[in-house]
């Protein structure tokens, strides 16, 4: 009888891996799951985790970019203490539970935003944190969908991409090359993971500022030469492209150049109404190709329950954004600002440049209150301490009330 339980117990734990049999890929405009059914993405994406954002810190008017933030923490805590925290901190704002509850409460999916330098080699250390959480996913029936964030040479030229307020990736052979041997080593390590639905090329390429839209011209070519490396090694997984001008501009595309090939908009503060999607919907319809949401969010619960009745009302499948953050209500979870935080945004808004070392000098807290409000960082971003947003989760059409 024990052995009889412990296999059926075995038996139960494996049925959502198990069900994860073949891979998502297109059949005409739709995603369908590896048996063929029609597959509506519910999701959510993972941010703050490998690209810290500054605004979710509440670091208004100071650091934005991962780069700078990092620059911060060393300066507050020593170059050693921050490699500590940051690698404490990745380990903590992700976790299986945090998995766990979001199958719970409804999703399907999870966007993973990614930092490129995390994954340069084989052994990289993204690479660890990555290949825990497409496990946790795939034994929850989680789809996990990786996105380029951060790109070489930066794809955006904003403080999104981390890198230095220009998109070089267009003009540089060398940064393209090195976003393929990135992206090549990751579809060569998910090749065969059902688990894994696809690959998000960029994040919100070539903002919309006129002295670099001349580089929307580039756009589909960098996506043809990274889908050719990532083909090379991986013939399973979809890959997803997005528009100019923060993933909304679709007339740069040409034909579908892949024949699993889908095709991600973001959408943030416009009316949640059909007329603000149908240039998407109108783009699907001609070149019979699926649509998804990659992005959206960051506003109220009521327009996220309009904007979700309308994705759904359309076929269109979404991934709202974030999962996680301080202090907020736009968010799944949030967690609390830690005792002593407020020193560290005011700090934060100074110059920081070398140039103003005396003012950040005087300026600078207790060495005491620095320690104790990263220490509780630490603390508050697990996930026994969040705060579910039940609000959200409502507008989300989600199980409002399930247990965290």
Known sequence: MKSFCSALLLLMLSLPAMAMTGFVHTQGAQLVDGQGAPL????????????????????????????EIYDLTKSLLGPDQAKVFWQKYREAYITRKDIVFLKRAGFNS????????????????????????????????????????????????????NAWNYPWLYSSVEEQNELVSVWTRIANRYKNNP?????DLLNEPIANYPSIEKFNKDLEPVYKKVAAGIRSVDTHHVLIVGGAQWDTNFSIFGPPFDSNLMYTFHAYWMPPVKASIQ???????????????????????????QFVNTLNANNVGWCFWPYKKMDATSSVVD?????????????????????????????????????????GLLKNIRYQNEQVNQGYLQALGLHANAAH
């Open 279 to 305: 240039k998407y919907l109108d783009f699907r319809a001609k070149n019979h190709v699926p649509i998804w949401l990659g992005e959206s969010g960051e506003n109220k619960d009521a327009w996220i329950a």
């Open 40 to 67: 509506h993405l519910r999701g959510i994406n993972l941010g703050n985790w490998f690209e810290p954002e500054g605004y979710m810190f509440h670091f208004d008017g100071g650091p934005q970019a991962p780069r």
């Open 195 to 199: 688990a894994v639905l696809g690959y």
């Open 335 to 375: 967690f609390a600002r830690p005792p002593h935080w407020d020193e560290i945004v005011a700090y934060a808004k100074l110059p920081q440049g070398t140039g103003n070392s005396k003012a950040l000098e005087a300026a600078r807290p207790p060495q005491a209150d620095i320690d104790a409000a990263f220490a």
């Open 110 to 161: 999870v966007r993973v935003p990614i930092d490129y330098k995390f994954f340069t080699t084989d052994n990289s250390a993204g690479f660890q944190l990555l290949d825990q959480l497409v496990q946790w996913c795939r034994q929850e029936g989680i789809y996990v969908i990786i996105d380029m964030h951060d790109a070489p040479g930066g794809q955006t030229g904003a403080n999104i991409d």
